[in-house]
């Protein structure tokens, strides 16, 4: 009898691990442009047909990482009607269903960086809709998350390549589960990202644009797939730099993600591809 409980668990064991994309569920209501799901601890995950079976494969495994720790964080988000979208390598944002509508920010818009404030009228304000998000991004956070396939494999096409941007869009969906849950978390990050603004820590990178883009590029140097920063005479590439340069954000993404730093089939995990060739810059922020 043991050796026959042995082969029912492989088999369960397999067939979990085996699990391919499907066609999406007649109650989750998705638009017919998504022709694929796959489950992601609760979350949906859709593409269209186009989008290759191996990289929402790799968008669940990344998922069930992040939340392995904290999975009712998870379950808040699959509550509260939250799904992720990979978009083909010849697909945009704006081909998304729900984003189809979406303008260009305007010049008061917070999340804008200060290179695109300063010169917005040449990089936002004379270009269309789709032209300015076309070339704006290939991912974003929210309740309807999206990210390139290239990106969650890897490929070289991708414009993120280096590091693991669907780390850092996931990473925005987890903070809206903290804010919502763990109020007292929450309040951590935030003295967290006021001690950063107060100091001067990561000085005029991405990170200090807001408390949301703080926290997910945090997370992606947690979990090791985050592109190289320099600055102040200083380089940020593991978690163990990020311990070192910032420990009130680091504890604060410990009560979120224990003590594990890496994920299964995230493609830039402690890649040499995080550093760029050549000389590395003394201050790898944009330069406006």
Not at 47 to 74: H, I, W
Not at 133 to 162: Q, T
Not at 221 to 239: A, E, K, P, T, V
């Amino acid at each position: 009898m043991r050796w026959r409980r042995g082969l029912v668990l492989a088999a369960i064991s397999l067939s979990a691990c085996t699990t391919l994309p499907g066609a999406p569920p007649t109650g989750l209501g998705a638009e017919a442009f998504y022709a694929k799901h796959i489950d992601a601890s609760g979350i949906p995950i859709l593409s269209s047909r186009q989008v290759p079976d191996e990289a929402l494969l790799a968008a669940r495994d990344m998922t069930r990482g992040m939340f392995a720790y904290r999975p009712e964080l998870a379950e808040w988000l699959a509550a509260n009607d939250y799904r992720i979208a990979i978009i083909a390598e010849d697909e945009a944002l704006l081909d998304l269903p729900d984003k189809a509508h979406w303008t260009k920010p305007a010049r008061d818009d917070p999340r804008l960086t200060r290179c695109e404030i300063k010169h917005y009228d040449v990089r936002i304000g004379a270009k269309t809709d789709r032209q300015y998000w076309d070339e704006r991004a290939r991912a974003i956070g929210g309740k309807r998350m999206a990210d390139g396939a290239e990106d969650v494999l890897g490929l070289p096409s991708s414009r993120y390549y280096g590091g693991t941007i669907y780390v850092h869009e996931l990473a925005h969906l987890v903070l809206d589960a903290i804010q919502a849950t763990d109020p007292e978390l929450y309040s951590e990050v935030e003295a967290a990202y006021a001690n950063a603004l107060a100091t001067g820590l990561w000085f005029e990178e991405y990170n200090t644009t807001t408390i949301q883009e703080y926290w997910a590029e945090g997370t992606q140097f947690w979990f090791n797939s985050n592109r190289i920063q320099s600055f102040d005479g200083r380089r940020i590439l593991n978690h163990t730099d990020l311990e070192a340069y910032d420990p009130q954000l680091f504890a604060a993404l410990a009560k979120a993600y224990g003590s594990s730093h890496r994920l299964k089939s995230d493609p830039f995990w402690m890649s040499p591809a995080r550093v760029p060739p050549g000389p590395i810059p003394e201050n790898t922020a944009e330069v406006c």
